[in-house]
């Protein structure tokens, strides 16, 4: 029974505060330690346009390796940034991210995401710190 709920709650999209980007966890990480706001963490992560389906990146592509950076301190588009944080290692998260928090107006061309696209990234937190 705790299982079925476990699993409900899961599939829960839930708002990222203070942006309208959401996330679902699909995995619970092992707890302990979380990304907080100027973390080092390290991900795997896969990006997909909504409108399209069509991926355009994904760090578990063959030559690509896990993406690590200081989050929540502007140096990814702001879905991302801050939809990352509370993750733990372990953790699966979906996050659902509207164009004004991903590539906005302008896009992202070379990548073939176009103007105010709806992005879809697949994080997998691997290690934190």
């Known amino acids: 029974r705790e299982t079925l709920a476990r699993r409900a709650e899961q599939q829960m999209q839930m708002q990222v505060p203070g ?58 588009i702001k879905g991302w940034d801050q939809g990352c944080i509370g993750m733990t290692v372990g953790e699966e998260r979906e996050l659902t991210i509207p164009g004004p928090e991903g590539y906005g107006a302008s896009g992202f061309p070379s990548w073939g995401i176009g103007p105010n696209a709806t992005l879809i990234f697949q994080l997998e937190c691997l290690k934190i710190g």
């Open 19 to 76: 942006l309208a980007t959401t996330f679902r966890v699909t995995k619970e990480g092992q707890g302990g330690k979380a990304i907080t706001p100027g973390t080092k963490a390290t991900l795997h992560a896969t990006g997909i346009i909504k409108e399209t389906g069509k991926k355009f990146w994904s760090t578990k592509d063959p030559g690509q390796e896990p993406f690590t950076c200081q989050y929540g301190m502007g140096q990814l």
